[in-house]
């Protein structure tokens, strides 16, 4: 299994609440991702990065925010959780292209988040 | 743009038997990439296959090989003598020069015994 890493793996938390996931990868992967996946759905990017203070916003509007401060780390973070920000969020990694190749995402194990 | 279809959204096989899973694509890319990623029940996702559209030769990996037909954007996943390990949600999915992955909404497999 590819080597990154999701904290917390469960989350239940009040509606106000601030919360960041956390998300690192040891392989020095340049490009991460973010997903949210309701259970037994489709996945839907909703952050993503390039490198080092490098974010851009993804396909599904989010209200969650992210950094990249560090190559091997890429926090999300929500202000203000809200019931409707309860889903599954989902980090992803790969390395960049060479020639005549597209590498695979490598996911980490994701993130359960419940906001009450 | 990029789209990913899979039309099946449940599934189910005997132990030891063949299944296949639908996949179409479109894209305005010339040049993109093709995978399955399973992701088991309360499990990490992971890559099954992968096919560059540029080889006509379809992708195998042990038990599961691609049926590849550009033309049609077709990307079907074939899993031989299924196990029940195979239980899974299976995602097609495309990427191209953007980086970045669209996927399709996923087949749910069940392998009974």
């Known amino acids: 299994e590819a080597d990154i890493y999701q904290t917390p793996r469960y989350l239940v938390i009040g509606t106000g609440k601030k919360i960041t996931l956390e998300c690192s990868q040891t392989?020095?992967?340049?490009?991460m991702y973010w997903y949210q996946q309701d259970p037994g759905m489709e996945l839907h990017l909703i952050h993503y990065?390039?490198?080092?203070?490098?974010?851009e916003k993804g396909d599904l509007s989010s209200e969650s925010t992210v950094s990249r401060i560090r190559t091997e780390h890429f926090p999300l973070t929500l202000e203000s959780a809200r019931p409707s920000h309860t889903s599954q969020y989902l980090c992803?990694?790969?390395?960049?292209?060479?020639?005549?190749?597209?590498?695979?995402?490598?996911f980490g194990p994701g993130t359960r988040l419940t906001v009450l | 743009a990029q789209t990913v279809t899979q039309s099946q959204p449940e599934m189910s096989v005997q132990e030891a038997e063949t299944v296949t899973l639908s996949c179409t694509y479109d894209?305005?890319?010339?040049?993109?990439?093709l995978f399955w990623y399973k992701q088991p029940p309360s499990r990490q996702m992971i890559l099954v296959i992968r096919?560059?559209?540029?080889?006509?030769q379809n992708a195998t990996e042990n038990r599961f090989s691609v049926n590849f037909q550009k033309a049609a954007k077709s990307f079907s996943l074939k899993i031989s003598d299924s196990q029940l390990g195979d239980t899974a949600m299976y995602f097609c999915?495309?990427?191209?020069?953007?980086?970045?992955?669209?996927f399709g909404k996923g087949t749910l497999l069940t392998v009974n015994p």
């Open positions: 992803a990694s790969r390395r960049g292209t060479t020639v005549n190749s597209y590498n695979e995402q490598f």
């Open positions: 392989m020095g992967h340049d490009k």
């Open positions: 990065s390039y490198g080092v203070n490098s974010t």
């Open positions: 894209t305005s890319e010339s040049n993109y990439y």
């Open positions: 096919q560059e559209a540029y080889k006509q």
């Open positions: 999915a495309s990427g191209g020069s953007n980086y970045k992955l669209t």
